[in-house]
């Protein structure tokens, strides 16, 4: 094992670091934001999103939807959810906690694979 902190071994550190915020907001924006406005989503009489997502990734689809308000990132009629009603209800603190997540879990995926590749050259 080797003893120096090459850049591969700091950026796998990085990752591994960026990781814990990384899901710490993953776990809470499912369970904070994403089941809130899917409530709010029902109580309305609107279908739940993507009734077939068994790995919980239409976390990352919420996510995206309300943390960049652009038709590049999520046109208006997505397939897999409704863009338009998820930011209809999300909140501010919603935006936070989408923006965070999306920030960390970029972060973390870059660092990760180009420290391990880094580490096998």
């Given amino acids: 094992m080797p003893t120096d902190l090459s ?7 990085l990752g591994g670091i960026l990781f814990i915020p990384m899901a710490i907001c993953w776990i809470g924006f499912a369970r904070l934001s994403m089941a809130r406005i899917e409530r709010e989503m029902s109580r309305d009489g609107l279908p739940r999103p993507a009734q077939w997502d068994t790995m919980g990734l239409r976390v990352l689809w919420y996510a995206t939807a309300i943390a960049f308000d652009s038709p590049r ?3 208006a009629d997505a397939p897999f959810i409704n863009v ?3 930011r209809h209800y999300a909140t501010p603190f919603d935006r936070k906690l989408s923006i965070a997540f999306v920030i960390s879990a970029t972060l973390c995926s870059i660092t990760l694979p180009i420290g391990g590749w880094l580490i096998g050259n």
């Fill in 7 to 13: 850049l591969g071994n700091f950026l796998c550190i």
């Fill in 73 to 75: 990132m999520h046109r």
């Fill in 84 to 86: 338009a009603a998820v």
